[in-house]
């Protein structure tokens, strides 16, 4: 698998409460944040190990092989989870304009979507 791109931030919840919302993404209908385009499909839970660690299958039809990953330590000396995500392809590389598009899903998924449901 190669790399195609890494992100962290802080996020204001606790690493459990990530590691649900992550791996359950309905989990309070009140709060949705996994709002999925045309091209894209629900992602699986492929690998899991609580509360550190999710890895997703795919959201994209035009890429089934991509998988993300989610690193959730906590953040030394603040509140919050410093989550840093990571998105991985198999050989080939997609074009330019694709690494991007699919750079900034996971970028308004992750650090705004999901950031918002905690009120940030």
């Given at each position: 698998?190669?790399?195609?791109?890494?992100?962290?931030?802080?996020?204001?919840?606790p690493p459990h409460i990530l590691f649900e919302a992550l791996t359950q993404?309905?989990?309070?209908?009140?709060?949705?944040?996994?709002h999925l385009l045309d091209d894209e499909v629900r992602p699986s839970?492929?690998?899991?190990?609580?509360?550190?660690?999710?890895?997703?299958?795919?959201?994209?039809?035009?890429r089934p092989d991509a998988t993300v990953r989610f690193d959730l330590p906590p953040e030394q000396g603040r509140q919050g989870t410093d989550l840093r995500w990571t998105l991985f392809v198999e050989a080939p590389v997609p074009?330019?304009?694709?690494?991007?598009?699919?750079?900034?899903?996971?970028g308004q998924l992750i650090n705004a979507n999901l950031r918002y449901t905690f009120g940030q």
């Open positions: 698998m190669i790399e195609i791109g890494s992100r962290r931030r802080n996020q204001p919840a993404p309905d989990r309070d209908p009140a709060r949705p944040w996994l839970v492929v690998q899991a190990e609580s509360p550190a660690l999710v890895v997703w299958s795919s959201l994209w039809l035009k074009d330019a304009a694709l690494v991007g598009h699919l750079r900034k899903r996971i």
